[in-house]
């Protein structure tokens, strides 16, 4: 015969998931030991819950074994904190007894000997910031050799993502200024991502339009090195003729057909050629 006349009691209470960040839906696991093994009527997630210091309630209990319960947390937009801690455990219209009958004293029972540090942030970070240098704007090209730009607004906490791209490129870690050497139009994109794997906006995109480098690329005539003289006559002279391309980096105008090129002769004397648009 075992004469037992002692209620039971909660004696242990652990926080199961580690320390860290968590967002909107994320799920967390706290276990409740009785001192012995119990009888639980009228078990439901609405009957006995565990209560937090942020005003929200456990999900779902499940009861684990003769004497254990496994109460779920989901993390519900508008209840952040920085240090989640449940507080209580709830019975409402439930009988919690041992083996022997006895019943488990009190409705509302405090629940302590939790460490871990849990963020609770549903809330999206601010867009980033993206700046060029004063001056540079979309609307005209930057005859300079490269464009720095840097990006600002981003959260310091510790494990913040912070993401740029340019153009149609692979995503980028943003670690400092970043220079665009390359000629033509750009774009940068930007946003981040903060501890807790919140993404936020998008940035507003910056364009701009690198244009460095000499416009003549190269020079070519059509005949070899050599001389060339005028023949014929005074009166009827006849001039050898060499074709000079010139090769652009991109399209250019030529004013009235014509341009100037030094041409060295013994000494350097300047010409004026016509000019034809060979493409």
């Known amino acids: 015969i075992v004469i037992d006349t002692k209620a039971p009691t909660v004696s242990s209470f652990e926080e199961i998931l580690a320390s860290g960040n968590y967002n909107l839906g994320k799920q967390l696991y706290f276990a409740v030991s009785f001192s012995e093994e119990v009888n639980i009527t009228g078990l439901s997630k609405d009957n006995v819950q565990l209560e937090f210091n942020n005003g929200q309630y456990s999900s779902e209990v499940t009861k684990t074994g003769p004497s254990s319960l496994l109460f779920k947390y989901v993390v519900t937009a508008g209840h952040d904190t920085s240090a989640l801690k449940a507080k209580n455990i709830l019975f409402k219209n439930v009988t919690v007894n041992d083996n022997a009958g006895n019943v488990l004293s009190g409705d509302k ?27 540079v704007t979309s609307d005209t090209p930057v ?31 943003y670690t400092g200024d970043v220079t665009i050497s390359s000629n033509g139009e750009h774009t940068v994109y930007a946003y981040q991502i903060d501890a807790a794997g919140n993404q936020g906006e998008n940035a507003t995109p910056v364009t701009f339009t690198l244009d460095s480098g000499n416009v003549l690329t190269n020079v070519t ?49 300047e010409k004026e050629l016509t000019c034809s648009d060979g493409g």
């Not at 302590?112 to 809330?123: C, E, L, P, Q």
């Not at 310091?156 to 340019?166: P, R």
Request: proline share 5%.
């Open 109 to 135: 029972i405090q629940v302590s000997g939790g460490s871990k540090a849990y963020n609770i942030d549903t809330v999206a970070p601010a867009k980033p910031v993206i700046s060029l240098p004063e001056g």
């Open 221 to 269: 005539a059509d005949k070899p090195n050599g001389t060339y003289t005028v023949k014929g006559t005074e009166e009827a002279p006849v001039k050898d003729v060499i074709n000079i391309v010139l090769e652009f980096r991109k399209e250019v105008y030529i004013e009235n057909g014509k341009i100037k090129v030094n041409v060295i002769n013994d000494n350097t004397t």
């Open 143 to 173: 005859y300079e050799d490269s464009v720095t730009f840097t990006i600002t607004g981003f959260e310091d906490a510790a494990g913040t993502q912070k993401k740029y791209k340019v153009d149609n490129g692979s995503l980028n870690d």
